[in-house]
């Protein structure tokens, strides 16, 4: 286990960070952080962007649940994202005087073709790369619920809810309740087509699996999180929620549903 104070920072090498991140550097040593050159030895992972460097620290820091992620924002303050680069003050007075708590955000764990297994923070998406429909079956546990025909379909964790999910209507879903939302995109529905037409909630007791139909479309696209899965013959994805959760550090009157009603209200 990494020393406690190693921290270790994650930001695309740009000018431009290079020049920002170098006070926050300077500002951890003059509090006894130890800044690391190799996130495997860091306890604390500190992204330096938005909510799309905070997934991407997750992801390739592999997951990890023995360490703290800490989202610091170079633009508007994000769901990931407590702190801002330009405010090192207001971040410094929050870290001394106890203003900051620990929060663990569920993941959702998808299995591609029985063979490889993935993490994801904000949701896993499956879609048809070309203009023909994307046929699948939907099973939840060996239950074949529905036979799916459209565009595609997102399962999101519950902080995902409020990022693509939401887009296509999705609901917003509390963190504190470990779940998957199935949200679709562009299903057909007519007199020989038919889907729930609802987003709906499994809890972390069910396994979803989503069986492509080999019909002619048989190379869809696979997003986890920001990032596009290279494997091109997906059969079947198998998804479940996992034990594992990223813990993160908050500011205590910073809430999901502060960050909600500062984002959409
Ligand atoms: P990006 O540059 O396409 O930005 C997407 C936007 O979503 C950014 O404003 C980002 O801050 C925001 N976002 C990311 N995670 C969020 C969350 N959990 N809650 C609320 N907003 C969130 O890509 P990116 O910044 O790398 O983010 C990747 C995410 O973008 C994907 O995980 C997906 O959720 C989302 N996305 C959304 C759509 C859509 O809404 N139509 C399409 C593709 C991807």
Redesign the pocket.
């Known amino acids: 286990m990494p020393n406690r104070r190693n921290l270790f920072f994650f930001y695309k090498e740009t000018e431009e960070l290079r020049e920002k991140v170098e006070p926050l550097k300077e500002l951890a040593s003059k509090y006894d952080f130890h800044v690391v050159d190799d996130p495997k030895d860091a306890s604390i992972i500190a992204s330096i962007g938005?909510?799309?460097s905070f997934?991407?620290a997750v992801r390739k820091t592999g997951f990890r649940e023995d360490c703290l992620y800490v989202g610091i924002s170079t633009g508007?303050l994000?769901?990931?994202c407590d702190f801002h680069i330009d405010n090192l003050p207001e971040m410094v007075e929050n870290i001394l005087s106890e203003g900051i708590e620990v929060r663990r955000y569920p993941t959702i764990e998808v299995n591609v073709n029985d063979e490889s297994s993935f993490f994801c923070?904000?949701?896993c998406?499956i879609r048809s790369s070309i203009i023909k429909t994307l046929v699948m079956n939907v099973h939840v546990e060996d239950f074949h619920f529905e036979t799916f025909r459209g565009d595609g379909l997102i399962v999101?964790t519950p902080?995902?809810?409020?990022?693509?999910?939401?887009?296509?209507s999705g609901a917003v879903v509390d963190p504190k309740l470990a779940c998957m939302q199935v949200s679709e995109i562009a299903s057909l529905n007519n007199n020989h087509y038919r889907t729930l037409g609802s987003p709906f909630l499994l809890s972390d007791e069910r396994t979803l699996s989503l069986e492509v139909v080999q019909d002619g479309n048989d190379y869809p696209i696979i997003?986890i999180?920001?990032e596009a899965l290279s494997i091109q013959h997906a059969k079947k994805l198998t998804i479940r929620i996992p034990d594992k959760r990223i813990k993160t550090v908050k500011l205590k009157d910073n809430s999901f549903w502060h960050k909600v009603q500062r984002?959409f209200l």
Do not use: I, M, P, R
């Open positions: 938005g909510d799309g997934l991407q508007e994000g769901f990931y923070l904000n949701e998406t999101s902080t995902g809810s409020t990022a693509y999910s939401k887009s296509v997003g999180d920001n984002s």
